[in-house]
T-cell receptor, first 116, second 113 residues
């Protein structure tokens, strides 16, 4: 079946602009995660959704970052007033919920964001 | 806090060589441990996992054993192939939490024919 998809695959923007990154999870997966991967680093957790609600947004670096998942499926990560330091690959993952936690996370191909 | 430390790369091996990539962790609670792999031009894929002490995860000839006494989860393969060239990430998830993964920095493996 279809995996996690993310659009766009690449986004180039100018400092100070607003961007939206989209994630389409695997059908039926109620848990959705956003991570950010800087060059030469492992992915870092940003935010976790259980259904429509953001259950944990402790990884968001500041209030310029916001994410929504209004219908419990597709999620959008929004970044306001972008800065050059926001340049990274933004990864989305989804999973089933199981007793005691979540199941294996399946990752999308990522969106490479470049802020000039 | 929770963290993962894995050996720095890059690692370059000849085909059929033995591979070890070291991974140690620090965690509160009882973590589940994972190895993810990122092949060139592809997304992260789960390679193997172990959810409790002494469990061995295995897949595609790779193995890792959850060692609570040494807080380690080293990745091994007896005979690597050129197609194993990729970046390997060790990660943990604290059970009972909401499951977000904490990753190491990754180790790039290149296998030469």
């Amino acid at each position: 079946g279809a995996g996690v998809s993310q659009t766009p695959s690449n986004k180039v923007t100018e400092k100070g602009k607003y961007v939206e990154l989209r994630c389409d999870p695997i059908s039926g997966h109620t848990a959705l995660y956003w991570y950010r991967q800087s060059l030469g680093q492992g992915p870092e957790f940003l935010i976790y959704f259980q259904g429509t609600g953001a259950a944990d947004d402790s990884g968001l670096p500041n209030d310029r970052f916001f994410a929504v998942r209004p219908e419990g499926s597709v999620s959008t990560l929004k970044i306001q007033r972008t800065e050059r330091g926001d340049s990274a690959v933004y990864l989305c993952a989804s999973s089933f919920m199981i007793a005691g936690g979540t199941d294996t996370q399946y990752f999308g191909p990522g969106t490479r964001l470049t802020v000039l | 806090g929770n963290s993962v430390t894995q050996m720095e790369g890059p690692v370059t091996l000849s085909e059929e060589a033995f591979l070890t990539i070291n991974c140690t962790y620090t965690a509160t609670g009882y973590p589940s441990l994972f190895w993810y792999v990122q092949y060139p031009g592809e997304g992260l894929q789960l390679l193997l996992k172990a959810t409790k002490a002494d469990d061995k995860g295995s897949n595609k000839g790779f193995e890792a054993t959850y060692r609570k006494e040494t807080t380690s989860f080293h990745l091994e393969k007896g005979s690597v192939q050129v197609s194993d060239s990729a970046v390997y990430f060790c990660a943990l998830s604290v059970r009972g939490s909401q499951g977000n993964l904490i990753f190491g920095k990754g180790t790039k493996l290149s296998v030469k024919p």
